[in-house]
């Protein structure tokens, strides 16, 4: 191994990152977190998300930054026979290839999975693209274009006004989590067999089956679902709604969840009322129920709301800012902001609590070749 992570269930796994933008570079971020060694193969100029500013810190993308911790960064020219050699030879020593080329666009360059797997039959190759190696495989891959054509963006934004997209990348962040997933699949599948396998994972096949309950609503119920705006469609309430100085999202996720939210409101007989008695009857009546809803709510504050109802065991939130958010997150004593290694680099905390492991912050996201002699190094000595 090039380098020796300090601990993580995933220690000792070797990655040669071949991937850029975002969802290769978050799951294999996620893989460093938890302890494997992750190379990032970079071209002469970077990751495309160097570049991508504003927002900073310093002069460095905060994008980049919140992608790529716990990474080595060796920059290579794959035109350039001898940086060819290093990266072939960084494939062939690793245990998790991650890339996303345009599909096919490796094998020019005998990084393809059949090439490298030919010499490292344990390889588990992750290739990520946006519309499948098959008929889609001329199609750029880009979020934005995905929650387009995927319909996601039919489903946001007003009723009247128009379409929407996610204010992230869902689908790449989306992507990057069934990677990992098919990846730690095919670790454990190599226990047995002793050989890795080839995963593939596209934007669109993500958005399919992320965009869940729509998108099984015209597979099983032949229903084209559409925009409206904070509402639900089988579900009421489940939306914002105006306290006296704002909204607050209220939620009644059953029938006993609304007998607590009625109770909690200060009116006991809208349970009772059989126009509202199931959320079947909640969901047709809605617009009946709505103000009746927003009458009781308009005599308190959002805060004072939030507070009282989640006493009382009803599912309810404030809108917050991205500061608010994260702030919130601290005051629960989740902790959601690390420092990473010695530049101490904020960072948000990687998700998942282990209770022998922990996930490691060791490495600030790397400079540009930060890392190139000593990967170099590596590749020169024995395997």
Same mark, same amino acid.
């Given at each position: 191994?090039?380098?020796?992570?300090?601990?993580g269930p995933?220690s000792?796994?070797?990655?040669?990152? *071949?991937?850029?933008?975002?969802?290769?570079?978050?799951?294999?971020?996620?893989l460093?977190?938890?302890?494997?060694?992750?190379?990032?193969?970079?071209?002469?100029?970077?990751?495309?998300?160097?570049?991508?500013?504003?927002?900073?810190?310093?002069?460095?993308?905060?994008?980049?930054?919140?992608?790529?911790?716990?990474?080595?960064?060796?920059?290579?020219?794959?035109?350039?026979?001898?940086?060819l050699?290093v990266?072939?030879?960084?494939?062939?020593?690793?245990?998790?290839?991650?890339?996303?080329?345009?599909?096919g666009?490796?094998?020019?360059?005998?990084?393809?999975?059949e090439?490298?797997?030919?010499?490292?039959?344990?390889?588990?190759?992750? /290739?990520?693209?946006?519309?499948?190696a098959?008929?889609?495989?001329?199609?750029?891959?880009?979020?934005?274009?995905?929650?387009?054509?995927?319909?996601?963006? /039919?489903?946001?934004?007003?009723p009247?006004?128009?379409?929407y997209?996610?204010g992230?990348?869902?689908?790449?962040?989306?992507t990057?989590?069934?990677a990992?997933?098919?990846?730690?699949?095919?670790?454990h599948?190599r226990q047995?067999?002793g050989?890795?396998?080839?995963?593939?994972?596209?934007?669109?096949? /993500?958005?399919?089956?992320?965009?869940?309950?729509?998108?099984?609503a015209y597979?099983?119920?032949?229903?084209?679902?559409h925009r409206?705006?904070?509402?639900?469609?089988?579900l009421?309430?489940?939306?914002?709604?105006p306290?006296?100085d704002?909204?607050?999202v209220?939620?009644?996720?059953n029938?006993?969840? *609304?007998?607590?939210?009625?109770a909690?409101?200060?009116?006991?007989?809208?349970?009772d009322?059989?126009?509202?008695?199931?959320?079947?009857?909640r969901?047709?009546?809605?617009?009946?129920?709505?103000?009746?809803?927003?009458?009781r709510?308009?005599?308190r504050?959002?805060?004072?709301?939030?507070?009282?109802?989640?006493?009382?065991?009803?599912?309810a939130?404030?809108?917050?800012?991205?500061?608010?958010g994260?702030e919130?997150?601290r005051?629960?004593?989740?902790?959601?902001?690390?420092?990473?290694?010695?530049?101490?680099?904020?960072?948000?905390r990687n998700p998942i609590?282990?209770?022998r492991?922990?996930?490691?912050y060791?490495?600030?996201p790397?400079?540009?070749?930060?890392?190139?002699d000593?990967?170099?190094a590596?590749?020169?000595?024995?395997?």
């Open positions: 191994m090039a380098a020796s992570p300090s601990g995933l000792g796994l070797v990655v040669a990152d *071949f991937s850029r933008i975002l969802a290769g570079p978050y799951a294999t971020m996620l460093a977190d938890l302890g494997a060694d992750v190379i990032k193969i970079e071209g002469p100029h970077g990751d495309d998300t160097r570049t991508w500013m504003p927002p900073t810190r310093g002069d460095e993308s905060t994008y980049y930054l919140s992608i790529n911790r716990n990474k080595r960064s060796i920059a290579l020219d794959l035109r350039q026979e001898e940086d050699h990266a072939r030879e960084i494939a062939a020593r690793a245990d998790i290839m991650v890339e996303n080329f345009k599909p666009g490796l094998a020019r360059f005998g990084l393809d999975y090439t490298v797997a030919s010499g490292n039959p344990e390889l588990v190759y992750a /290739s990520i693209s946006g519309f499948g098959g008929d889609g495989a001329h199609i750029p891959g880009y979020d934005l274009m995905v929650q387009a054509i995927s319909g996601l963006m /039919s489903l946001t934004g007003s009247d006004g128009p379409p997209r996610a992230i990348s869902v689908f790449d962040v989306m990057g989590m069934h990992l997933i098919g990846i730690l699949s095919a670790l599948a047995s067999t050989h890795g396998q080839h995963i593939e994972v596209n934007l669109l096949s /993500s958005a399919m089956s992320g965009l869940v309950n729509q998108t099984g597979a099983a119920g032949d229903t084209v679902p409206m705006g904070n509402a639900h469609p089988s009421f309430p489940y939306e914002p709604l306290a006296s704002g909204d607050i209220i939620i009644a996720g029938d006993g969840q *609304f007998v607590k939210l009625c909690a409101l200060g009116a006991p007989e809208l349970a009322d059989p126009r509202f008695a199931t959320n079947q009857d969901t047709a009546n809605r617009d009946e129920l709505r103000p009746l809803l927003e009458a709510l308009g005599e504050t959002k805060a004072e709301w939030f507070e009282a109802l989640v006493q009382a065991g009803v599912a939130g404030p809108i917050n800012t991205i500061a608010e994260v919130f997150a005051s629960l004593g989740l902790d959601p902001v690390v420092e990473v290694g010695e530049g101490a680099v904020p960072s948000i609590t282990f209770s492991d922990a996930a490691r060791d490495l600030a790397p400079d540009l070749d930060q890392h190139g000593d990967i170099r590596w590749t020169r000595g024995p395997r």
